[in-house]
């Protein structure tokens, strides 16, 4: 069964856009298209689930954050990412908030949309990095990590190393859905949003994995 993704912006040059990023990048895609809120749920409840949907905010008929909680109130299975104009820090906290997997500004290349919805596909949130202040209050990164258990620090150390979370369950011998906990986990206790700032703390602790015992 082929990716089905759903595209809603009013817009036609961005659905265009997208709909030609996601056709290269993932062959054998089925994309969908709708211009109005109203029109999302007759396409989802005419056999066209979709397994993905990119969100304008401020489409016809949206309400903005509105539009996304009645969305994610009625298709809780249904993973949605926001593509908007509005990237503010505030927004993107709101949207993830409401019940988003992901966040991408319209102003972000259109290759981040394809990293976006392999994130959320594979359980995680996806967010643009947020520019702003350090807050000389918030734990260092060393505090953070010591927070983690030996687990944790295992799965840590793996994605700092960019491995897939199957890759990691594979050499912990866990199940995958074991690894997506530590993961949700993880970003929590280290105060990040997207295994991306994860691993970058992480190498800035040059975290590895730990060693195999010695037999």
Do not use: C
């Not at 509105?66 to 298709?75: C, P, S, T, V, Y």
């Not at 953070?144 to 050499?171: D, F, H, M, S």
């Amino acid at each position: 069964m082929s990716l089905r993704i759903l595209i809603a912006d009013d817009h036609p040059l961005m659905r265009t856009a997208l709909t030609q990023t996601i056709g290269q990048a993932m062959a054998g895609a089925e994309i969908l298209e709708v211009s109005r809120f109203d029109q999302i749920k007759p396409v989802l409840e005419a056999g066209e689930a979709a397994d993905v949907i990119l969100l304008d905010l401020h489409m016809p008929g949206m309400s903005g954050l509105i539009g996304l909680m009645m969305l994610r109130a009625e298709h809780p299975a249904i993973p949605v990412i926001v593509v908007s104009a509005s990237e503010d820090p505030v927004t993107i906290q709101r949207a993830i908030d409401y019940g988003a997997s992901g966040f991408v500004p319209k102003s972000a290349p259109n290759t981040q949309i394809v990293e976006a919805i392999n994130a959320v596909l594979e359980g995680e949130l996806w967010l643009p990095v947020i520019s702003g202040g350090h807050d000389a209050d918030a734990p260092d990164p060393a505090q953070r990590a010591a927070t983690l258990t030996p687990q944790q620090l295992r799965v840590l150390a793996g994605i700092a190393e960019g491995k897939l979370n199957k890759q990691i369950a594979y050499e912990m011998n866990v199940a995958e859905t074991t690894v997506k906990a530590h993961v949700t986990t993880i970003l929590r206790k280290l105060g990040v949003l997207t295994r991306t700032q994860a691993a970058v703390l992480a190498s800035q602790l040059a975290l590895s994995p730990t060693p195999p015992p010695v037999e």
